[in-house]
T-cell receptor
Framework: QKEVEQDPGPLSVPEGAIVSLNCTYS??????FMWYRQYSRKGPELLMY????GNKEDGRFTAQVDKSSKYISLFIRDSQPSDSATYLC?????????????FGGGTRLMVKP | DSGVTQTPKHLITATGQRVTLRCSPR?????VYWYQQSLDQGLQFLIQ???????AKGNILERFSAQQFPDLHSELNLSSLELGDSALYFC??????????FGPGTRLTVL
């Protein structure tokens, strides 16, 4: 079993829909949680970053962390065709020796006009 | 544009060969990370350097090695290449220890 699980999709939604992307994890040492967006054949782009349970909002994006359930979510409001990409969750333990990221496998999102 | 640069963009080589991938971090960033992204394994951490010294090691094969130079650029050396080494190789950099910014990647094809 992988440390971070993510439904690969694809998830297809109409333009304007609210999108919910999720990850579950098994390692309780993870303290920092990130969401990256990756367009085809491009490098991952950091969208959201949080290290506490609860919600964090940035424009159309809301990241939610529930450490007790080991479950994180990314919500995208008013989705646009330009949001079509693969979304990767990533996690890192608090570790002075370095912060290697453990990624989920990614969810492919398609927003249809 | 993240500010992280990687060269070359594409690399095609044969089994048994050796290649070197290069990464220049964002200005001011001291940490460089290398990741491998393949279809079956996803994005996996390989190794981290901080200001010239190895800081953390992940699932990096013994055939692979890396270093970070005094000007903070980094190189990932892959030797005795196998078909299964075909993947996207990403470099990321960070100033603090949590927020990593990724480069555009090098696509390696081993024939």
């Amino acid at each position: 079993q992988k440390e971070v699980e993510q439904d690969p999709g694809p998830l297809s939604v109409p333009e304007g829909a609210i999108v919910s992307l999720n990850c579950t994890y098994s390692n309780s040492a993870f303290q920092y949680f990130m969401w990256y967006r990756q367009y085809s054949r491009k490098g991952p782009e950091l969208l959201m970053y949080t290290y506490s349970s609860g919600n964090k909002e940035d424009g159309r994006f809301t990241a939610q962390v529930d450490k007790s359930s080991k479950y994180i979510s990314l919500f995208i409001r008013d989705s646009q065709p330009s949001d079509s990409a693969t979304y990767l969750c990533a996690m890192s333990p608090y570790n002075n020796a370095g912060n290697m990221l453990t990624f989920g496998g990614g969810t492919r999102l398609m927003v249809k006009p | 544009d993240s500010g992280v640069t990687q060269t070359p963009k594409h690399l095609i080589t044969a089994t048994g060969q050796r290649v070197t991938l290069r990464c220049s971090p964002r200005s001011g960033d001291l940490s460089v990370y290398w990741y491998q992204q393949s279809l079956d394994q996803g994005l996996q951490f390989l190794i981290q350097y901080y200001n010239g010294e190895e800081r953390a090691k992940g699932n990096i094969l013994e055939r692979f090695s890396a270093q970070q130079f005094p000007d903070l650029h980094s190189e990932l050396n892959l030797s005795s290449l196998e078909l299964g080494d075909s993947a996207l190789y990403f470099c990321a950099s960070s100033l603090d220890s949590d927020t990593q910014y990724f480069g555009p990647g090098t696509r390696l094809t081993v024939l």
